[in-house]
């Protein structure tokens, strides 16, 4: 490499504004896409850990008061039909169908058992699908992002490619720049994709351990039904 080629690379400006200011409309287009996904991702991790931290907490909270002994009659007169914790609304939906399942006459009508155990399990999937909300969306950043990134790459080297033979010059000055900025649109994939994996399998952990913790409960809380449905 001569010295001028050498000098007039070294004059090129290889920041990222400067990258994505010569870029082609195509590879821009690509570039703002792969940030706004990054954007999004980091949005709903952000959301999601404090829904569960809120989750976690409301259920300790909940766990000392239902074990505290306190009758579940007066427990669901305090909390109402409708509380704001999610184990609470599962208390709520069995209480409102233990309440329903008795007469004008306080006898209890059959199977009540079974419709409180269904409506357990209906509020359970309730909450899993709120609590489990917007994972799918990181699931699709992880896997979709790095084929936009590699789109972005292909292009840009295309361009690359054409300027060269527009140029009928391979010097480093010519070829350099385009070249970087195809892949910076591989790399603005891969900075979306991975925080999106990594976070999507640790938030799927997580959820799933919350909503074991809220099965659990359901059973505890049917097994205490069932002794007084016996008694």
Known sequence: MDATTL????????????LFARATFVVKIVMILLIAA????WSIIIQK?????????ESAVFDDVFWSGEPLD????????DPEGRQERIFAAAMTEWRRSHDAEGHLIP????????????????????????????????????FVGLFGTVVGIMNSFIEIAEQQNTSLAVVAPGIAEALLATALGLLAAIP?????????????KILGGYEAFADEFSTILSRQ???
């Open 49 to 57: 850990y404090i829904v569960y931290r809120k989750a976690k907490r």
């Open 38 to 41: 990054s954007v999004w991702a």
């Open 74 to 81: 007066e427990l669901f007169d305090n909390l109402g039909p």
């Open 7 to 18: 000098a007039v690379a070294q004059e090129i400006d290889f920041s990222f504004w400067a």
């Open 229 to 231: 449905l016996d008694s």
């Open 196 to 208: 999106a994996v990594v976070f999507y399998n640790q938030l799927s952990t997580i959820s799933d």
């Open 111 to 146: 199977n009540a058992q079974a419709r409180i155990e269904r409506s357990m399990n209906v509020a359970i999937t309730r909450e899993a699908d709120d609590l489990q909300g917007q994972l799918g969306y990181l699931a699709t950043i992880g896997s979709v992002t790095p």
